[in-house]
């Protein structure tokens, strides 16, 4: 269930099908007794329920879902947006199928109701909704009812998840097949409630035709990509880590991306610690080490160890050339590197001389962790969330690195145009240090030899999960103590 598909590719899905021998209507049908049938869940038989039609497929769905709600003893009021004769298509024969009155639908139909079903527009929505169609979107918020959305709610849009004018805020949105990007990223995921997919009779083997570039973060993306440690296994092989703290003044975040390197798997962490810093980062670390690095030099010499293969720097670091020093050293080799913060901000001038650096090794990964502020510095353009997948790939393909965009819906993108979008994060997580955590777990991830993209996405679903369990009130220290029991949950449970 891990791919999601954009409207383009769900509607070559139903073209497929309907290609292999489905009919269409026999996919309307599917369609709408699924929202009926969450309908049925949910309320008592008897309930009253107004039905809001548009003129596409959407509007079919819910001429469906009315004929098996009366039949199933619902008080069902159907009623149309604009036209009500303007149906084409299955979703013509779909409210031919429905036999009772339609009403035209204003923002008085929908009062009283107990239930309204929006099948307005879905996920082909081109345009802002704006004008009588607005208004009525604005009556069904405020109506009270349990709002249930056919596909998406109207007024979101199904790639970028953008509210495009009014939108619906429903309680439940009935999508089919798979999820679209839209249910996941902000405000989209705002809007929709609670998401359930439904089988209408799609089979699997599309996604094989369509071949989908986004999915949604879990287990099943990258779980093949990692392992757990064998009983005859050592350290040495779950790989070596080394965190960059910055100096005195701003040791924490470094320490808190080390300590999470090592609660992430990797066999070893050590600290490279500016001359300054020696001693408070002794004072505070038992299980990591720490060595003393002497500016960029020291870093390279400390480097020069190949058992040392993945590297995090940025947190705590500093603004500035002598981060872009120690950046330059960090990446000159074929070692896994991690850069956040601080390492990302001092290019904000010259990102191509970043980007340079990251193409002189290829075929070793490098991750990127900017959340919105960072990103725009970096890349030089406002994050726009109506855009935010698609600036997340360009980004990630002009850098040459995998780029996680950080926020609630936090994108992990590839070079390849691959993308996840994650879903698991705890508003809580907005706290100091939080990214610092998320960058030290990629970083020991990498470390065990996963690539570039699965480590990313990971790390991501990791992180989320620790917050998940660390509740509300956490604060970053808490994290890396709450990857315990989320790699116990992981490690013992196969289906997570």
Request: charged share 15%; aromatic share 4%.
């Amino acid at each position: 269930m891990a791919a999601l598909l954009t409207p383009d590719e769900m509607g070559r899905a139903d073209q497929i099908t309907i290609k292999a021998g489905t009919p269409g209507i026999v996919l309307m049908e599917n369609a709408g007794r699924a929202v009926a049938d969450t309908v049925s869940a949910r309320h008592d038989t008897g309930a009253s329920v107004t039905i809001i039609a548009g003129p596409g497929n959407n509007g079919g769905d819910g001429y469906v879902a009315a004929r098996l709600l009366r039949q199933r003893g619902f008080q069902v009021r159907m009623t149309a947006f604009g036209n009500a004769s303007a149906q084409t298509g299955d979703a013509a024969t779909a409210a031919e199928s429905w036999g009772g009155p339609t009403e035209q639908a204003t923002g008085a139909t929908v009062e009283g109701a107990e239930v309204v079903i929006d099948a307005l527009f879905g996920a082909g929505l081109g345009r802002p909704i704006d004008g009588a169609a607005a208004d009525l979107v604005e009556a069904i918020n405020r109506c009270g009812a349990d709002i249930i959305a056919v596909d998406l709610p109207s007024g979101v849009n199904g790639l970028t998840g953008e509210a495009m004018g009014a939108a619906i805020r429903a309680a439940v949105t009935v999508t089919f097949f798979r999820r679209k990007p839209g249910h996941l990223l902000m405000p989209g995921r705002t809007h929709c409630g609670r998401v359930e997919v439904a089988d209408i009779g799609i089979h699997q083997s599309t996604l094989e035709t369509i071949k989908p570039l986004a999915h949604e973060n879990g287990p099943d993306l990258w779980r093949w990509a990692w392992s757990p440690p064998a009983l005859d296994g050592h350290k040495y092989q779950r790989g070596h880590v080394v965190a960059v703290s910055g100096p005195m003044s701003s040791t924490g975040a470094g320490r808190l991306a080390a300590i999470s390197a090592l609660r992430a798997g990797a066999g070893l962490v050590t600290m490279a610690s500016p001359p300054d810093a020696l001693q408070i980062n002794c004072a505070h670390l038992t299980a990591v080490m720490v060595r003393r690095m002497n500016g960029a030099e020291g870093l390279s010499e400390i480097l020069a160890d190949a058992r040392l293969n993945s590297i995090v720097l940025g947190p705590g670091l500093g603004i500035g050339a002598h981060s872009r020093d120690l950046v330059a050293a960090a990446l000159d080799g074929d070692r896994a590197v991690v850069l956040d913060a601080d390492a990302l901000t001092s290019f904000a001038e010259a990102p191509d001389d970043l980007f340079t650096l990251i193409a002189r090794h290829p075929d070793r990964p490098v991750v990127l962790t900017p959340h919105a502020g960072e990103f725009t510095r970096l890349f030089g353009a406002a994050q726009d969330t109506s855009f935010k997948l698609q600036q997340a790939r360009d980004a990630a393909a002009a850098a040459g690195a995998t780029l996680v965009l950080k926020g609630a819906d936090t994108i992990i993108a590839d070079p390849d145009g691959r993308a996840a979008i994650n879903e698991n994060a705890s508003a809580w997580l907005a706290t100091a240090g939080s990214g610092d955590v998320l960058a030290g777990i990629i970083a020991g991830l990498l470390a065990q030899g996963l690539p570039g993209f699965e480590a990313a996405a990971m790390g991501v679903w990791l992180h989320g999960a620790a917050g998940q369990l660390a509740g509300p009130g956490l604060i970053s220290e808490d994290l890396p103590a709450a990857l315990h029991q989320v790699w116990a949950d992981l490690v013992q449970n196969p289906s997570y």
